[in-house]
């Protein structure tokens, strides 16, 4: 934190987001969400700051839960550098879920694409599962299984948990989809039919026509649709 001050005082703001990203995670710090908001607010026109200060304000750290707040900052972060990969996947999470704005899944694909795109994991987990799921969309095995595969790409970003773990749970479920899928194009247009025919009667004379008919009716059924 010294050495950042320092540059910070010698007009490198870009530190400022440093330092707030430290007390933001308790990085050699004390978790301080309060004091990681007014760094990022020193940081002035920086990006990830800028993102920063939107994942504050729409998870409610440090300030009241304000999602206007947040997708503003988020948009202002996108514009300031367009290949910052994590505004675009907030903002991509915002439009998903409806938070501050009307849910719109086709932006949220758009916006989470993009971030995916440029080696966000999160991003491209999200929109496995979208595709998995058919959240919104049609569902998509080889879409799920191709944006997991950019995902396993990706190495793990500092400062989201348990990506490693995420990955390979979404791997086993998506394979699992995978086989599911396969057995179901299998048996497509295979069809089963259990013919019953009742011969034996307690109350009276057994029966012969039932069986002579069941077995016409299987011959037929087995030449006619195998």
């Not at 920086?46 to 729409?58: P, Q, W």
Request: glycine share 8%; proline share 1%.
């Amino acid at each position: 934190i010294k050495y950042h001050t320092k540059a910070a005082n010698n007009g490198y703001l870009d530190s400022f987001n440093s330092i707030g990203w430290k007390f933001h995670t308790g990085n050699g710090v004390i978790r301080d969400y309060k004091k990681a908001f007014n760094y990022y607010i020193k940081a002035k026109d920086n990006s990830y700051a800028l993102d920063n200060l939107g994942s504050l304000y729409r998870l409610g750290l440090g300030v009241e839960t304000d999602f206007a707040k947040a997708i503003k900052y988020y948009k202002k972060s996108i514009k300031l550098d367009n290949e910052n990969s994590y505004p675009l996947y907030h903002l991509g999470l915002m439009y998903f879920k409806g938070l501050g704005v009307e849910r719109d899944i086709a932006k949220a694909i758009k916006l989470l694409s993009s971030s995916a795109d440029m080696g966000n994991s999160k991003a491209a987990i999200q929109l496995s599962e979208i595709y998995e799921l058919g959240i919104g969309i049609q569902k998509n095995i080889v879409l799920a299984k191709n944006w997991l595969e950019k995902a396993k790409e990706f190495p793990n970003e500092e400062g989201y948990l348990h990506l490693k773990k995420i990955k390979k749970f979404r791997i086993a479920s998506i394979e699992k989809a995978i086989q599911i899928d396969k057995e179901k194009k299998k048996n497509d247009g295979k069809f089963f039919a259990l013919l019953i025919g009742i011969s034996k009667y307690q109350n009276f004379s057994h029966l012969i026509t039932p069986l002579n008919d069941i077995n016409k009716i299987g011959e037929l059924l087995r030449d006619k649709y195998s």
